[in-house]
């Protein structure tokens, strides 16, 4: 049996404030000592990975070069074994028990610190059965610096820890003091089902915090292959968004699987992407339903968005996508699948890129 304590790094004296040095950059990092490292980084404009910051999703992890962290943690189901005999740890679980070498590669993204507000929710729509639009008012003006992709946290009073949300518009498109997320209700999540309950108080106060992620556009000419299913939508329609602020250069397909023709949602706004895109460039947009009655009236894509994407996509027009970037967004098994497609296809793993939509049930 994978006995942790055997790795005396983990279990370092308390956590104290301490200076965390970043290899190969060569920059240091100041970590409270109530600070995880991911957080410190952050804080302090550093680019470094992340796509959640609750150790879920494996991409905040760097390796202890020297010295000592200490877990907030038992990250070892996201790890694997062999990463832990190499001292590979999790920034955002782990705290500093002295100052530390950390080698992890970092971005290029000069980042604005993450800003905490309090906001009450404006306005609510159902777009389906169980994903609703939710704009957030800010009681001051905030700065919407995020770029399109990324996502912030939303708490509430009594809740364990905050839930994290992906911006559904480009960031230049939403009113002062307005943010705006697509939110599926989770079954036994505290959160949602306080937001989805009727009877909520309408004046309780939510706490907004970010931007956070590293889910956005980068810049390159070759075409994108967008993947995006259920409340997934919402990063990838905020980029989109921004390449048509932007004029973007560049050819897209973007594939959006749902189950059934009632669960497709925001169809005109994307509609209007296409419309407004670089007119030299091309813009497709496919819908694909799994599971959609065989006696409907759909005339559109059916199965399942990879599958539909290989064979009616990709065969069919002899497309070589090799050196094309992928963005994927939504459950995790159907981002597992499109990621291990896109490899398959020839993409590089480093040019796809993607933000795994986990829920909190029970939490």
């Not at 090799?322 to 398959?344: F, H, I, N, R």
Request: aromatic share 12%; hydrophobic share 35%; with cysteine.
């Amino acid at each position: 049996m994978f006995n942790m304590y055997k790795y005396l790094w983990f279990y370092g004296t308390k956590p104290v404030d301490s200076t965390a040095t970043i290899l190969p950059s060569n920059k240091e990092v100041f970590v409270k000592q109530n600070q995880s490292v991911l957080s410190a980084a952050l804080e302090q404009g550093l680019d470094w990975p992340h796509d959640c910051k609750f150790g879920t999703c494996g991409s905040c992890k760097c390796k202890l070069i020297k010295g000592k962290v200490k877990p907030t943690s038992d990250y070892s189901y996201t790890l694997s074994k062999e990463e832990l005999d190499n001292d590979i740890f999790l920034a955002c679980q782990s705290r500093l028990t002295m100052d530390s070498i950390i080698e992890v590669e970092l971005g290029d993204l000069i980042r604005v610190p993450p800003k905490t507000c309090n906001a009450e929710i404006k306005s609510t729509e159902m777009l389906t059965s169980d994903i609703m639009k939710v704009v957030i008012e800010t009681e001051k003006e905030v700065e919407h610096s995020a770029l399109a992709g990324m996502w912030a946290e939303l708490s509430i009073e009594g809740l364990d820890r905050p839930r994290s949300y992906s911006f559904a518009n480009a960031p230049k498109n939403e009113n002062p003091k307005e943010f705006t997320f697509f939110i599926r209700e989770v079954p036994g999540g505290k959160f949602t089902e306080w937001l989805f309950n009727k009877d909520r108080d309408k004046k309780q106060c939510v706490t907004l915090n970010g931007p956070f992620g590293s889910f956005y556009l980068r810049e390159k000419a070759t075409p994108i292959v967008c993947i995006a299913g259920g409340s997934g939508l919402a990063p990838i329609k905020s980029i989109l968004e921004g390449g048509v602020l932007d004029q973007a250069k560049r050819d897209v397909i973007f594939l959006f699987g749902a189950r059934t023709q009632d669960d497709l949602y925001c169809v005109k706004e994307l509609e209007s992407i296409k419309e407004n895109w670089n007119k030299d460039y091309k813009f497709d947009f496919i819908p694909v339903l799994n599971m959609e009655p065989e006696d409907s009236d759909w005339k559109g894509g059916r199965g399942f968005v990879t599958d539909y994407f290989e064979e009616q996509v990709v065969k069919k027009n002899n497309l070589n996508i090799s050196d094309w970037q992928g963005y994927l967004c939504g459950p995790p098994p159907m981002v597992d699948a499109a990621t291990e497609l896109l490899e398959k296809l020839g993409i590089n793993k480093d040019e796809i890129f993607y933000d795994k939509f986990t829920d909190a049930s029970n939490l």
